[in-house]
């Protein structure tokens, strides 16, 4: 729900709204709301929540409805008394599924069917049940139920299926409008990529299963994020001079208000997702009638407007400028001011706390407490104000959200405090907002692993890192610790954290699993053991992420077998043991852990585009890949287009647990692809930038790691703007984006003085030109390889593309910047078939179609493998 009604006794009122219908008292809609011959008509509904005082009964309240004509209404849960008393009337119902019923709906058929069974069969067809709303916004709200999304809703609708009541009700689940980007002018919008792996089999689903798309839409924040910019009666539908009229500059389709922009910003969304047959459906709109000293325009009067305005709009059927023959049916919110409701509330830090305090708890809040922590990095939204206090808020907030803001998650050893004001501001959306960010790359609640939070170094709920983030050696997890494979977040167990390496431990157990650590006398998930170490800071006020636990070494180390790496055609073996280098070409290579006590000889690094083409044997590819990185062992790795189906592959895999990742499985799941780091070496931070000019949503990740014996090492991955030539024009080349994303990039990374940049940068010398180098950076297969084209996508020399247009480019690079380092050797890696492994592929040949049986290669790209040296 969009909004929380508030007790008019708060001090700080919130949105809520009084609707043109409030009482029994109220005045009949009969004129607005009309009988709707059929279904398919476009019809205005009302959500019914129940946290009023004073309810009507709900004999009562089915008599109100039908006084005033109501013949659609949402309920925010499948209330059984409700829906016996809308039985057997012509008020078709919506039910829904809570937020919180997500994990036993989306785990178990059987408890989906049971739920059917329940609240759908027992009351149908007596009670009109039309749809079923599964959770509420929980892209945006409950993040870390996400993957639990479209297996709750394929559960439930098989569960129909079972009971053949699938054509008669459907199934899916409301979305906020904050999941669309770039939503004026309409024809720009698209869907927050972070999102693709759940939003594109959704969309699949509902097109098959001819569900709506249900989203939340208030023209109201549209309006206050971009007062000046959107007039006040374009969001109020009133009429509007043509000059006040908004105009998308791509179709040159006149918007005389906002909801039908939004609608078809919805629209143009779905389609660029390859969706063009589902209907969107409005389950939620409506205007505020009261706010606080910054809302002068959540008055009663434009409530009033907007509703009466709405319903007006919704029976003209003229739809929107883009789809005319569509118009979209809407469910205002909502019918009773629910009074009882608690208002939103957020976590933010305490006036007047000493300021060491402060920073031991955000730190602790971005470490082992695991919140989203990316927006208050330098450069991002929340980055400002740069102080202590700003930086808490936000962290103990997503914390709290995060917790499902349970009772004691918002203490943090008294520094934090609870409040009814959004602390958010600017651009700067704090977790838990309804607010809309003006920038396009924010992501509310989003998961991805912050620079802290990979500092903590935590082994705990899924996180990717299963080997000791002490001395690298894997660590083989009992029985009874959290399992790194489950995506679901267990967070209703108490956890402490070890002081000694902030593994998180159950209180089962109270000695810690990875090192031997005892748990504390007394802790709040590890923080009241926190303030005693790293307080000496002399800049109590700085950054997010400057105090962290003292590190002791695990006893626990593993001894692993010697390096090898392929150098000019033989088999160099990297000893840290002895320190020396010798060639022999029949030395077999398994991973390596290094001592952190012990010099490194060498270090190598891979950098490899996996190719996302997940329907082409994508488990043995990756497979291949595997073998390649347990024949090399590199310490540093770098992959592009890695998906959720890949990482999960990786996951498994016997080599990954020597490496430590830049992406946890939350985020993992929740995004279509995107660029990873792994390191076998101490990580002292992982961090990433988006890059604003992308519309692709690339970004520059980067790690920096601890090298035994050695200088600190920068290395970084990114996938920059790929070309997309098509019709009609065949000109999509974004050279323009791709060069101004390579000069971000190195600009971020120059401070350094040892950092290698690998990635798929998709260059083309033609088109981009040379690509900009800094000072006393180098391409380094320019260095090591004059007069080797370096071809790493190839459609002569892979066998596996002969059935493509041909196209040979030095895609992949590996750039450098070193002062303390030398470059060794550098080859490409990924270049044989796999054996026994082929694909038919059709090409139409002189105007017939041949089916060509081509050989399977590990990627469509080859991997680039470069081997350091200490000078």
Known sequence: MAFTSMVSTVPVLFFFFTLLLVSANSSSLSHDIKVQEQDKDPFVGFNIGTDVSNLLSPTELVKFLQTQKVNHVRLYDADPELLKALSKTKIRVIISVPNNQLLAIGSSNSTAASWIGRNVVAYYPETLITAISVGDEVLTTVPSSAPLLLPAIESLYNALVASNLHTQIKVSTPHAASIMLDTFPPSQAYFNQTW??????????????????????????????????VPLDNCLFEPLTPSKEMVDPNTLLHYTNVLDAMVDAAYVSMKNLNVSDVVVLVTESGWPSKGDSKEPYATIDNADTYNSNLIKHVFDRTGTPLHPEMTSSVYIYELFNEDLRAPPTYCIAMDGVDAKTLQAALDWACGPGRSNCSEIQPGESCYQPNNVKGHASFAFNSYYQKEGRASGSCDFKGVAMITTTDPSHGSCIFPGSKKVGNRTQTVVNSTEVAAGEANSMSLSRGFCKLNCMICLAPVSLPSSSPSPSLSISTNDEAKWACKACTFLNTYKNSICDVCGTRLPTSSLLGFDDLTDSGLESNN?????????????????????????????????????SQGVMKKNKEIETKGVASDSGTPLTCLKILSYNVWFREDLELNLRMRAIGHLIQLHSPHLICFQEVTPEIYDIFRK???????????????????????????????????????????????????EVEVPGRKPLVFATSHLESPCPGPPKWDQMFSRERVEQAKEAIEILRPNTNVIFGGDMNWDDKLDGKFPLADKWVDVWEVLKPGDLGFTYDTKANPMLSGNRALQKRLDRILCRLDDYKLGGIEMVGKEAIPGLSYEKEKKVRGEIKKLELPVLPSDHFGLLLTLLPK
């Open 653 to 703: 895999s016997n080599w990954w647990k020597a490496y430590s990742c830049s992406v946890s499985v939350d985020v993992a799941v929740s995004r279509g692809y995107y660029c990873m780091l792994l390191s076998k070496l101490g990580v002292k931070s992982f961090s990433s930038k988006s890059f604003g000019n992308s519309i692709m949503g690339r970004e520059l990740s980067i790690a």
């Open 540 to 576: 109590p006020a700085s950054s997010v992420g400057s105090v962290f636990f003292p590190l002791r070494r695990c006893s626990k180390r593993k001894a692993m077998d010697d390096d090898v790496v392929e150098v000019d055609g033989a088999s160099v073996v990297c000893s840290e």
């Open 196 to 229: 693709h792996s759940i939003m594109v089999p959704l969309l699949q689903f509902l097109s098959k299963t001819g569900s709506p798309l249900m989203m939340n839409l208030y023209p109201y924040y549209v309006y206050m994020q971009n007062k000046g910019v």
